[in-house]
């Protein structure tokens, strides 16, 4: 679904982080169509020229840790390697698209991990003032048992996190 999205004209002034006086602004990203209505809201309703956006990519694809005790062929790990990288290349194209449409710049990392920790932790490096996040809108059980990305920012953050609901 493609929106037309146009940078909002204002926003709160003061906050902290960026280069010029502007804000730090941390935005999660993945494919998720709630991580791109977060990008969009963020970009239509508060973004100013100012602010320095940093776009944070927390792959879900194989790692060491998350291959303990599963037995994978070398073959078998090393092409879901290359497909996580190669989703990755296209995601950060897409959002590299948006930004270009926009004329806004943006730093994009990628970050291994846990997301929750990932964010948290780039949140405090790049001294954001406010990290961006969609929601998957997970059920009850399944947010019981492994946990909510999004619940784990807003409880961990030493920052506000504003949580996008998908439209």
């Not at 809201?41 to 320095?52: K, L």
Request: hydrophobic share 35%; net charge neutral; glycine share 10%.
């Amino acid at each position: 679904m493609a929106t037309d999205i146009q940078p909002a004209a204002a926003a709160v002034t003061e906050g902290k982080g960026g280069d010029g006086g502007g804000r730090t602004i941390l935005i999660a990203v993945d494919r998720s169509q709630q991580a791109e209505h977060a990008f969009d809201w963020y970009m239509r309703t508060i973004h100013r020229p100012e602010n320095h956006i940093v776009l944070i990519h927390i792959p879900e694809g194989p790692t060491i840790e998350m291959s303990k005790g599963i037995r994978l062929s070398e073959g078998e790990f090393k092409k879901m390697v290359d497909a996580e990288k190669q989703e990755t290349a296209e995601l950060t194209h897409k959002y590299q698209k948006k930004l270009d449409a926009l004329k806004v710049k943006a730093t994009y990392k990628t970050v291994y991990g846990k997301p929750g920790e990932a964010i948290v932790e780039a949140a405090n490096h790049e001294n954001a003032a406010v990290v961006i996040m969609g929601t998957r809108g997970i059920g009850t059980l399944r947010r019981t048992v492994m946990g909510s990305v999004s619940d784990y920012v807003v409880h961990h953050a030493h920052t506000p996190v504003i949580v996008c609901r998908g439209s």
